[in-house]
């Protein structure tokens, strides 16, 4: 509680020693109140005109052509051109077109121009409802909605012609890519055609260099292996004609166990022995197997037909199957000679084939690789350029979508009116501020030079300053005039206040019944 008091007592010290000095008050208060009023008054009245538009990026058109053509997010689109319409290009058009440049005559002024203008022109957006606000202060009502007009239209025409202009420029990007590839595309090709005509005669028709070999050394061993098969039917055949009796066509082994040789046994053995060596290899559900097998069935089940034959014919009539049998034999050791003449044709062609790929073996493996290398070119100017085809026809689609249905509506919800008041400036708020700054800084003053200059109002005060004890205070001798003359500066400074304040509540009443005091006295 002690301490309390003792701040009370020193801040009515500090509001006494300022009294002393109010004198400072005053001087501050007519020096700043009537000069800041005066400034206050004869600023220009500011006309504020404000434009409200809504940005409806909703389109039929964009669920339908989803996948189909080229497609915007018009949000971002919106976002950019907001963020871009007080670029200098753009206030400098808006300056131009609201004719605010008539009032300059340089070059310097129209940049000061455009900077004020720039920092003046307000445009805020409501949030995620894509409603932009735009406004703009001017002395003059009709320029103020004419550069609002001019702000509104720019920005609703940038935005819809720059989503042509991108447009248009992506088609003839694609156009120009497209026409580049489609000449690379015509290199690469006759590049391809000339090469293939000059290593037509070394190059393999289908397949690499190794598969034309390997598949040329199959058909070889295929061809070889059917040579031994035929020359081994043949040389059965002839043993049979050369072995056959003059009574009969059969021969007996043994005599014991007298057994009958026919013409097709030679030929059943060696099928016999084949399908052992495919039995080897391959299953039984092999196409080979399942062919020779059936060749034997038929080749046994001949053998059985002349055997059954044989044993049915009368003895005076053996000589003419014996005939007929030697002509069969004869005929087939024939027809298989002139096979195994044609297969040996076939094995030397195919032995001259591979020869001559084996004498290109250094040659063509590195004229692969130059092919391979001119088909991976052209796939791929190939790929690309179908790839910008199909582009172009996307942004085709797009451009005739824009055409028919804008991705963007621009729906003016209030229109930039004419200013009929004035919004500004805010006379009230800058007359209080001056008369804060006046009078506040005739107490700052007051009291800085009452602290560096101390006055005593207080005995206790002399006592906190001295260790000698207070026994007492003394009176003023001339106290009644001494009181009339601080009635006289009390008079005085509740004048001066009262004009201050009569200023200041003058000045009030004007603004808020928007009379202009200055045109009036003028």
């Given at each position: 509680?002690?301490?309390?008091?003792?701040?009370?007592?020193?801040?009515?010290?500090?509001?006494?020693?300022?009294?002393?000095?109010?004198?400072?008050?005053?001087?501050?208060?007519?020096?700043?109140?009537?000069?800041?009023?005066?400034?206050?008054?004869?600023?220009?009245?500011?006309?504020?005109?404000?434009?409200?538009?809504?940005?409806?990026?909703?389109?039929?058109?964009?669920?339908?052509l989803?996948?189909?053509?080229?497609?915007?997010?018009?949000?971002?689109?919106?976002?950019?051109?907001?963020?871009?319409?007080?670029?200098r290009?753009?206030?400098?058009?808006?300056?131009?077109?609201?004719?605010?440049?008539?009032?300059?005559?340089?070059?310097?002024?129209?940049?000061?121009l455009?900077?004020?203008?720039?920092?003046?022109?307000?445009l805020?957006?409501?949030?995620?409802?894509?409603?932009?606000?735009?406004?703009?202060?001017?002395?003059?009502?009709?320029?103020?909605?004419?550069?609002?007009?001019?702000?509104?239209?720019?920005?609703?025409?940038?935005?819809?012609?720059?989503?042509?202009?991108?447009?248009?420029?992506?088609?003839?990007?694609?156009?120009?890519?497209?026409?580049?590839?489609?000449?690379?595309?015509?290199?690469?090709?006759?590049?391809?055609?000339?090469?293939?005509?000059?290593?037509?005669?070394?190059?393999?028709?289908?397949?690499?260099?190794?598969?034309?070999?390997?598949?040329?050394?199959?058909?070889l061993?295929?061809?070889?292996?059917?040579?031994?098969?035929?020359?081994?039917?043949?040389?059965?055949?002839?043993?049979?004609?050369?072995?056959?009796?003059?009574?009969?066509?059969?021969?007996?082994?043994?005599?014991?166990?007298?057994?009958?040789?026919t013409?097709?046994?030679?030929?059943?053995?060696?099928l016999?022995?084949?399908?052992?060596?495919?039995?080897?290899?391959?299953?039984?559900?092999h196409?080979d197997?399942?062919?020779?097998?059936?060749?034997?069935?038929?080749?046994?089940?001949?053998?059985?037909?002349?055997?059954?034959?044989?044993?049915?014919?009368?003895?005076?009539?053996s000589?003419?199957?014996?005939?007929?049998?030697?002509?069969?034999l004869?005929?087939?050791?024939?027809?298989?000679?002139?096979?195994?003449?044609?297969?040996?044709?076939?094995?030397?062609?195919?032995?001259?084939?591979?020869?001559?790929?084996?004498?290109?073996?250094?040659?063509?493996?590195?004229?692969?690789?130059?092919?391979?290398?001119?088909?991976?070119?052209?796939?791929i100017?190939?790929?690309?350029?179908?790839?910008?085809?199909?582009?172009?026809e996307s942004?085709?689609?797009?451009?005739?979508?824009?055409?028919?249905?804008?991705?963007?509506?621009?729906?003016?919800?209030?229109?930039?009116?004419?200013?009929?008041?004035?919004?500004?400036?805010?006379?009230?708020?800058?007359?209080?501020?001056?008369?804060?700054l006046?009078?506040?800084?005739?107490?700052?003053?007051?009291?800085?030079?009452?602290?560096?200059?101390?006055?005593?109002?207080?005995?206790?005060?002399?006592?906190?300053?001295?260790?000698?004890?207070i026994?007492?205070?003394?009176?003023?001798?001339?106290?009644?005039?001494?009181?009339?003359?601080?009635?006289t500066?009390?008079?005085?400074?509740?004048?001066?206040?009262?004009?201050?304040?009569?200023?200041?509540?003058?000045?009030m009443?004007?603004?808020?019944?928007?009379?202009?005091?200055?045109?009036?006295?003028?």
């Amino acid at each position: 509680m002690q301490d309390l008091q003792q701040t009370l007592n020193q801040i009515l010290d500090y509001i006494k020693g300022i009294w002393i000095k109010k004198r400072y008050v005053m001087i501050c208060s007519w020096l700043i109140c009537p000069i800041g009023f005066a400034y206050v008054a004869t600023l220009p009245d500011q006309f504020a005109s404000k434009a409200t538009v809504f940005v409806d990026t909703r389109s039929v058109l964009q669920p339908l052509l989803r996948g189909l053509a080229i497609q915007t997010d018009a949000n971002q689109e919106i976002q950019m051109m907001a963020k871009t319409l007080l670029s200098r290009s753009n206030v400098e058009t808006i300056a131009r077109e609201s004719d605010l440049d008539i009032s300059v005559t340089s070059d310097a002024a129209f940049d000061n121009l455009v900077r004020k203008l720039a920092d003046q022109i307000e445009l805020s957006s409501t949030g995620r409802d894509n409603i932009f606000n735009i406004t703009y202060n001017n002395s003059n009502p009709v320029m103020a909605q004419r550069v609002v007009q001019e702000t509104l239209d720019l920005f609703v025409e940038g935005a819809l012609g720059n989503n042509r202009r991108d447009t248009d420029t992506a088609g003839r990007f694609l156009d120009e890519q497209i026409a580049e590839y489609e000449a690379r595309l015509s290199e690469a090709e006759q590049r391809l055609a000339d090469f293939k005509r000059q290593y037509s005669d070394i190059l393999p028709l289908s397949g690499s260099f190794y598969s034309s070999l390997q598949d040329l050394n199959s058909q070889l061993e295929l061809t070889q292996l059917e040579i031994k098969q035929t020359q081994q039917q043949a040389d059965s055949l002839r043993s049979q004609l050369s072995g056959n009796r003059g009574t009969d066509g059969f021969g007996v082994s043994n005599a014991d166990e007298p057994v009958l040789r026919t013409r097709y046994d030679e030929r059943i053995r060696g099928l016999e022995e084949e399908l052992d060596r495919l039995k080897l290899r391959f299953t039984e559900m092999h196409p080979d197997v399942i062919e020779t097998k059936a060749l034997l069935d038929s080749l046994e089940t001949a053998r059985q037909r002349e055997i059954d034959a044989f044993m049915n014919q009368e003895d005076g009539e053996s000589s003419q199957p014996l005939n007929e049998l030697n002509r069969e034999l004869k005929l087939e050791v024939s027809r298989l000679e002139s096979n195994i003449a044609s297969l040996r044709v076939k094995e030397q062609n195919l032995q001259g084939k591979i020869a001559e790929l084996e004498s290109k073996v250094d040659l063509i493996p590195q004229i692969e690789a130059e092919s391979t290398a001119l088909n991976r070119d052209y796939g791929i100017t190939k790929r690309k350029y179908e790839e910008l085809l199909s582009r172009r026809e996307s942004a085709d689609l797009s451009r005739r979508a824009d055409v028919s249905a804008e991705e963007m509506q621009f729906r003016i919800i209030e229109p930039p009116l004419l200013p009929t008041s004035p919004s500004g400036p805010n006379r009230a708020i800058m007359y209080t501020a001056v008369l804060i700054l006046g009078f506040g800084a005739g107490i700052g003053i007051a009291f800085l030079i009452s602290q560096l200059g101390p006055v005593l109002v207080r005995p206790k005060q002399l006592l906190q300053l001295t260790d000698y004890p207070i026994w007492g205070t003394v009176t003023h001798l001339d106290i009644v005039k001494i009181r009339k003359k601080n009635r006289t500066r009390v008079a005085v400074f509740a004048l001066s206040c009262g004009a201050i304040l009569a200023m200041y509540g003058v000045l009030m009443g004007a603004d808020i019944m928007n009379i202009d005091l200055v045109g009036g006295l003028i």
